[in-house]
């Protein structure tokens, strides 16, 4: 059996139930429920009731991923103490893509994204393989990475003029793989200058280059290739 999907709490067992199916907007028998609370009356009426607590487990073969991933997500927002809502989902370009609304979207994007990235790789570990038919789950919020991809085009755009002025080469910050084929690509026509990734792991550096000095690297075919592979590390 695969691990739970979701976890809802409620005042007696069967309204947690409920509330799990009405959520994911699924079928009765879509769900296999574990009872984690039964929910306990307080000590004596002095107490407050203790809520019921259940988990669902998919029981259903043709339960479709995207599903299935809109429990976990949401699950895993409620464990952080942070509400959200999944506002949109669908397969792009052979990837499953889901959009998040939140009161507390800073909190889960991060610094540059960083919290964001992680919550993406967490949720394509969780999510089996199989269960995704191998499509990589891309996690968004606040169309921030719409927004972060203009602001790297723009970024791109404007190191490159300056470089092509000066003659000089530089270095931008560390980028992870996604946001380093957004640059890579972004100057991939401009005849000025070209492109490579510095450095190792994950984070890389993006040095933009002047198209004069492209004789000094006689690796640049290498590194090439390594710019459109770079988004599926």
Do not use: C
Not at 166 to 175: C, V, W
């Amino acid at each position: 059996m695969l691990n739970y999907i979701f976890e809802q709490e409620a005042k007696s067992k069967s309204e947690a139930e409920e509330l799990t199916i009405s959520t994911l907007r699924l079928a009765e028998g879509d769900l296999k429920f574990e009872t984690v609370e039964s929910g306990k009356s307080g000590f004596l009426g002095l107490t407050a009731k203790k809520p019921a607590v259940v988990r669902g487990f998919v029981s259903s073969k043709d339960l479709p991923a995207e599903k299935i991933i809109h429990g976990v997500i949401i699950t895993i927002m409620r464990k952080m103490g942070i509400e959200a809502e999944v506002v949109g989902m669908g397969d792009v370009d052979g990837k499953i893509y889901i959009e998040l609304s939140s009161p507390d979207s800073g909190i889960l994007i991060g610094k540059k994204g960083s919290t964001l990235d992680s919550l993406q790789f967490l949720l394509n570990l969780m999510v089996d393989q199989k269960i995704r038919h191998n499509r990589k789950i891309v996690l968004d919020i606040e169309s921030y990475r719409d927004k972060r991809e203009m602001s790297l085009i723009r970024l791109a755009k404007s190191v490159a003029s300056g470089v092509a002025k000066s003659g000089k080469s530089r270095q931008l910050e560390s980028m992870n793989p996604y946001e380093r084929r957004i640059v890579h690509m972004a100057l991939q026509e401009d005849n000025r200058v070209f492109t490579r990734s510095d450095g190792n792991g994950t984070f890389k550096k993006v040095r933009v280059i002047p198209a004069k000095d492209k004789h000094k690297y006689k690796d640049l075919e290498e590194k090439k290739q390594e710019h459109f592979m770079e988004d599926d590390e």
